[in-house]
């Protein structure tokens, strides 16, 4: 979901993304209700020519449906130390 919303914006294209090295890391899930998780993803995403695109994915889940509802991305533009 995060990588349609990132292309929605035209941040990045199929054609540029090296999919195989995309990497997620769950940072926080947090139940919520009876069948209802609140998550938060970091997601990379591997450009072909090198480089590439962080994002953050918030949503909330559950055993019948992987995104219950929006799913929010936050694109990381810079690391600070």
Request: proline share 0%.
């Amino acid at each position: 979901m995060a990588q349609s919303v990132l292309k929605n914006a035209g941040l990045l294209t199929n054609e540029e993304m090296d999919f195989e090295k995309t990497k997620t890391v769950r940072l926080a899930s947090e139940r919520v209700g009876k069948d209802l998780w609140h998550q938060v993803y970091l997601v990379k995403f591997f450009k072909k020519s090198g480089g590439g695109l962080e994002a953050v994915a918030i949503h909330d889940a559950s055993m019948e449906e992987c995104s219950m509802t929006e799913v929010r991305v936050l694109v990381i533009s810079r690391h600070l130390k």
